[in-house]
Nanobody
Framework: VQLQASGGGLVQAGGSLKLSCVASGLTFSTYSMYWFRQSPGKERDFVAVIVWSGTATAYADSVKDRFTISRDNANNTVYLQMNSLKPEDTAVYYC?????????????????WGKGTLVTVSS
């Protein structure tokens, strides 16, 4: 299984970024897809999840109403649209996959991980 995240970068507070994650080596349309993030010295925290069909999503309270997760099963890709970015959103963002859809989840409960992409929000 390979999960390749991209789209990170440097953005000013209040700006937007869209992350992408392309999956291979798995039947993408049967997996729930997750985004997590990790800041230096902190644990890897849940950000968002989307069920295999795209019909259900869940978000961490800290990003609700600012971030949107979506997926394109035809292209094995999951997205994270991030709006109204804040300096505290600065982190390495990881996509992950698991068969189980969980609205609250710890990183060690998710099976497959990709390498992260760095998002830096300047004030």
């Amino acid at each position: 299984v390979q999960l390749q995240a991209s789209g990170g970068g440097l953005v000013q507070a209040g700006g937007s970024l869209k992350l992408s994650c392309v999956a291979s080596g798995l039947t993408f349309s049967t997996y729930s897809m997750y985004w997590f993030r990790q800041s230096p010295g902190k644990e890897r925290d849940f950000v968002a999840v989307i069920v295999w069909s795209g019909t259900a999503t869940a978000y961490a309270d800290s990003v609700k109403d600012r971030f949107t997760i979506s997926r394109d099963n035809a292209n094995n890709t999951v997205y994270l649209q991030m709006n109204s970015l804040k300096p505290e959103d600065t982190a390495v963002y990881y996509c992950a996959a698991d068969h189980i859809f969980r609205r609250t989840v710890r990183a060690n409960e998710v099976n497959y991980w990709g390498k992260g992409t760095l998002v830096t929000v300047s004030s």
